[in-house]
C-alpha cells in the first residue's frame, strides 16, 4: 500500500480512498456479486449453494456473515479496486485480521496496538489490515475510530492564535481535549494524538497510544548538516483508521489499514504543505534560495530537498519506504497484470500522479484509467466530531465533561 496519498488531506499512508458510497443499494444482489466474484477468482466450486444459503441468511437479518476467507479475499480486493491507490502491485500480499469477535474497547485497543508491532516488522513495513465487526441494521456502527490514523501529531491551539503541531489536527486535539485528554504541560510540535474508540454499546473513550510501539525517524539531508537543526521528524507506520470496508454488500467501519509511505506524502505534502507544517521556507532560507520572488522556482527546490531527506532518514534509519520512479514501474506492473486478468484498471488520475518527479514517469503520467469505483472497496466515513470537537458526545459525556471544567 505504498501509495500516492494525501494530495488533499494529508497523509493517507498506502491506499487513498473513495469518498462516497452511501446510495442505496441491494445488499443481496451486492452479496450475491462478490460471491460470484470470490468463487470465481479463488477457483472454488460451490457458488450456488452458497448464493442461496446468503440469501436466506439476508431474508431473515438483513445482512449476512462472509466466511473467514471471504473476508480476506474482499479485503485483498477492496485495496486492489482502491482507484487513488498508487501502491496496488503488493495487493495480494496484504495480511488480513480477522477480529470480528473484539467487540469491546479494551479489546480493540489491545488489537490496534497489536496491529502496530505487527505492520511495523522492525521497520521492515507489511501491509495489514485489521477488521472488526461489521455494521448490522438496527444496530448500525459497531465500533470506530474517531482518529484518521493510529499515529498522528497534535495540532496545539496557542494564546497567540497560532497552531503548534499539525495544523490538520486541530480539531481533533479540541476533542480530544474536550473527552478529558489533557496535553503535556510544555506542548511540541510532534505530541502523539490518543485514540478515541467507540462502539455501539460504549461511549467514546480516550486510550493513549502505546508509546514503545511508535517507531518514529529524524530527519537528516546527506549533503547539509544544518538540516537537522529543523528538528523535524517523522512516524514510519501510516495506519488509515477512519476508512469504512464494504464487501458484497457489508459495512465494516472499523477496519484499519496501512501500507508503507511514498516518500513524497511526507516530504511535499507533511512537512511542504502550507496548512501542513510548512517547511518550504525554513529549507530554502538553510539553502540561502532568492525567495524574494516565485520566478526563481525555491518552492520547488526546497521541496525536492526535502524528499531526499526523507528517503535518506527513512533509509538510514531502516525503515521501508518508497521513491516514486521505482513506485511507477511497479503500479506499471499492476495495471498489466490487472488487463492480462482481464480486469479494468480503475484510477483517479489526480491522485496517481505525484507531485515530486512524476511528471517524469510517463508511463503513468499519460494514461487514463477506469474512473468507475466498484465494491468491495474502501470509503470515506463522516468525521465523528464536530468543530468544537464535541458533536458525536453522549449526553451522559457532556455532562460529565462540564463537571469535570467546573471542578
Same mark, same amino acid.
Given at each position: 500500500?505504498?501509495? &500516492?496519498?494525501?494530495?488533499?488531506?494529508?497523509?493517507?499512508?498506502?491506499?487513498?480512498?473513495?469518498?462516497?458510497?452511501?446510495?442505496?443499494?441491494?445488499?443481496?444482489?451486492?452479496? !450475491?456479486?462478490?460471491?460470484?466474484?470470490y468463487h470465481e477468482e479463488r477457483r472454488?466450486?460451490?457458488?450456488?449453494?452458497?448464493?442461496?444459503?446468503?440469501?436466506?441468511?439476508?431474508?431473515?437479518?438483513?445482512?449476512?456473515?462472509?466466511?473467514?476467507?471471504?473476508? !480476506?479475499?474482499?479485503?485483498? $480486493?477492496?485495496?486492489?479496486?482502491?482507484?487513488?491507490?498508487?501502491?496496488?502491485?503488493?495487493?495480494a500480499g496484504l495480511r488480513v485480521r480477522?477480529?470480528?469477535?473484539?467487540?469491546?474497547?479494551? %479489546?480493540?485497543?489491545?488489537?490496534?496496538?497489536?496491529?502496530?508491532?505487527?505492520?511495523?516488522?522492525?521497520?521492515?513495513?507489511?501491509?495489514?489490515?485489521?477488521? =472488526?465487526?461489521?455494521? &448490522?441494521?438496527?444496530?448500525?456502527?459497531?465500533?470506530?475510530?474517531?482518529?484518521?490514523?493510529?499515529?498522528?501529531?497534535?495540532?496545539?491551539?496557542?494564546?497567540?492564535?497560532?497552531?503548534?503541531?499539525?495544523?490538520?489536527?486541530?480539531?481533533?486535539?479540541?476533542?480530544?481535549?474536550?473527552?478529558?485528554?489533557?496535553?503535556?504541560? /510544555?506542548?511540541?510540535? =510532534?505530541?502523539?494524538?490518543?485514540?478515541?474508540?467507540?462502539?455501539?454499546?460504549?461511549?467514546?473513550?480516550?486510550?493513549? /497510544?502505546?508509546?514503545?510501539? !511508535?517507531?518514529?525517524?529524524?530527519?537528516?539531508?546527506?549533503?547539509?548538516?544544518? =538540516?537537522?537543526?529543523?528538528?523535524?521528524?517523522?512516524?514510519?507506520?501510516?495506519?488509515?483508521?477512519?476508512? &469504512?470496508?464494504? +464487501?458484497?454488500?457489508?459495512?465494516?467501519?472499523?477496519?484499519?489499514?496501512?501500507?508503507?509511505?511514498? %516518500?513524497?506524502?511526507?516530504?511535499?505534502?507533511?512537512?511542504?504543505?502550507?496548512?501542513? @507544517?510548512?517547511?518550504?521556507?525554513? $529549507?530554502?532560507?538553510?539553502?540561502?534560495?532568492?525567495?524574494?520572488?516565485?520566478?526563481?522556482?525555491?518552492?520547488?527546490?526546497?521541496?525536492?530537498?526535502?524528499?531526499?531527506?526523507?528517503?535518506?532518514?527513512?533509509?538510514?534509519?531502516?525503515?521501508? !519506504?518508497?521513491?516514486?520512479?521505482?513506485?511507477?514501474?511497479?503500479?506499471?506492473? =499492476?495495471?498489466?497484470?490487472?488487463?492480462?486478468?482481464?480486469?479494468? +484498471?480503475?484510477?483517479?488520475?489526480?491522485?496517481?500522479?505525484?507531485?515530486?518527479?512524476?511528471?517524469?514517469l510517463h508511463a503513468v503520467h499519460h494514461?487514463?484509467?477506469?474512473?468507475?469505483?466498484?465494491?468491495?472497496?474502501?470509503?470515506?466515513?463522516?468525521?465523528? @466530531?464536530?468543530?468544537?470537537?464535541?458533536?458525536?458526545?453522549?449526553? &451522559?459525556?457532556?455532562?460529565?465533561?462540564?463537571?469535570?471544567?467546573?471542578?
Amino acid at each position: 500500500m505504498s501509495a &500516492r496519498a494525501g494530495v488533499r488531506a494529508g497523509d493517507a499512508g498506502g491506499c487513498p480512498v473513495s469518498h462516497a458510497s452511501d446510495s442505496p443499494v441491494d445488499v443481496t444482489a451486492e452479496a !450475491v456479486e462478490f460471491l460470484h466474484l470470490y468463487h470465481e477468482e479463488r477457483r472454488l466450486p460451490g457458488v450456488a449453494d452458497r448464493v442461496a444459503r446468503v440469501r436466506e441468511e439476508i431474508a431473515v437479518t438483513g445482512t449476512y456473515r462472509h466466511t473467514g476467507d471471504e473476508l !480476506v479475499h474482499g479485503a485483498k $480486493v477492496a485495496w486492489r479496486q482502491s482507484a487513488r491507490c498508487v501502491g496496488r502491485v503488493r495487493w495480494a500480499g496484504l495480511r488480513v485480521r480477522d477480529r470480528r469477535g473484539v467487540t469491546t474497547v479494551a %479489546g480493540i485497543a489491545e488489537e490496534l496496538a497489536r496491529h502496530l508491532a505487527v505492520a511495523d516488522n522492525g521497520g521492515r513495513i507489511q501491509s495489514v489490515m485489521t477488521v =472488526f465487526a461489521p455494521d &448490522r441494521p438496527g444496530v448500525g456502527l459497531r465500533a470506530r475510530l474517531w482518529n484518521d490514523q493510529l499515529i498522528r501529531y497534535c495540532g496545539h491551539r496557542m494564546d497567540d492564535g497560532s497552531i503548534l503541531g499539525d495544523p490538520a489536527q486541530v480539531a481533533m486535539t479540541d476533542a480530544v481535549r474536550a473527552l478529558g485528554w489533557h496535553p503535556p504541560p /510544555v506542548p511540541g510540535r =510532534f505530541d502523539l494524538l490518543p485514540w478515541v474508540l467507540e462502539t455501539a454499546y460504549e461511549d467514546p473513550t480516550l486510550v493513549e /497510544v502505546p508509546r514503545e510501539l !511508535v517507531r518514529e525517524v529524524a530527519l537528516t539531508h546527506p549533503a547539509y548538516p544544518w =538540516f537537522e537543526e529543523l528538528r523535524l521528524r517523522w512516524h514510519a507506520l501510516p495506519v488509515i483508521s477512519n476508512m &469504512r470496508l464494504r +464487501v458484497g454488500g457489508v459495512d465494516y467501519s472499523c477496519a484499519p489499514f496501512n501500507g508503507h509511505y511514498l %516518500g513524497d506524502e511526507v516530504g511535499t505534502r507533511n512537512m511542504g504543505d502550507g496548512d501542513r @507544517y510548512d517547511q518550504l521556507l525554513p $529549507v530554502a532560507r538553510g539553502l540561502g534560495l532568492d525567495t524574494s520572488r516565485e520566478d526563481t522556482l525555491w518552492r520547488e527546490h526546497a521541496a525536492l530537498v526535502i524528499n531526499q531527506a526523507v528517503l535518506h532518514s527513512f533509509r538510514a534509519a531502516g525503515v521501508r !519506504v518508497s521513491d516514486p520512479h521505482t513506485e511507477s514501474e511497479l503500479f506499471m506492473r =499492476f495495471c498489466a497484470q490487472e488487463e492480462r486478468a482481464g480486469r479494468p +484498471v480503475h484510477g483517479d488520475w489526480s491522485w496517481l500522479n505525484g507531485s515530486v518527479g512524476w511528471a517524469a514517469l510517463h508511463a503513468v503520467h499519460h494514461r487514463y484509467y477506469d474512473t468507475r469505483v466498484p465494491n468491495p472497496n474502501l470509503w470515506q466515513t463522516d468525521r465523528a @466530531y464536530g468543530p468544537a470537537g464535541v458533536e458525536a458526545l453522549s449526553l &451522559r459525556q457532556r455532562h460529565d465533561v462540564a463537571r469535570r471544567r467546573e471542578g
